[in-house]
């Protein structure tokens, strides 16, 4: 039931983006040229997340920037914290993630007017978290409960990830977008004491491949404006 809810809540906030990408009809033009400049921005993934997971925070802040008309660079920093407390165990997570990489625009002819993309990425992901069980319990039928703890230590994941979704300008210089990421574990140096509960910027930390999203707002600072081909 749970992932079912999550699903439809991506699902519900990846259609709303949509249309709002699609009430712009404008016509299109060969001799438009778009903004290229860097941009900052925040990613609403974490705070989205927390209403609902409440043991979960985080943020992350990210930028891009303009390599060639068709070509962007992303780079994306943040952290994460994961606490909570069960009958038979607590656990708690608390680190950091970066991320690089570039993106390309799809799009081919923009309309005439419009700064809009349709970007398709590459990037690579790092992951250093301190995490343990202050607490857990074994019961058995046989012998007394045991309990102990597993003391804080250190986790390092790398991955790479693919990435797709939309991006539109909703007012000058400020943008609005989603992306859907395909991320793949390629170094975990976890000695399997503990697995993560959660890697942040990665996702589930028992699964090898995770799929996730991101929602982000943007504003740009142009260096090269908008216009029509000279």
Sequence with gaps: MAKTLKML??????????????????????????SQGITV???LAGPINKVFNNYRTG????TRISVKEKILFLGEAGYEKVFFEEEKYHYSSNGTFLKAGFEYDVLGVKEAGSNDNLLFGLHYGLAIQEHGAP?????????NIYTGDIGIYTVNTHWLEISGGPRMELFKNLYLGWTFQIKVSIINDNPDILSPYFIPGFGNGDNRINAGFSYYVEYMIPWKKAGLKK
């Design 135 to 143: 607490h857990f319990m074994i019961e058995n039928g046989y012998w």
């Design 59 to 62: 943020l992350s802040f990210l």
């Design 9 to 34: 809540r991506y699902l519900f906030i990846s259609f709303f983006l949509f249309v709002l990408l699609q009430v712009k009809g404008q016509t299109k033009s060969a001799n438009w040229e778009p």
């Design 41 to 43: 921005g925040v990613n």
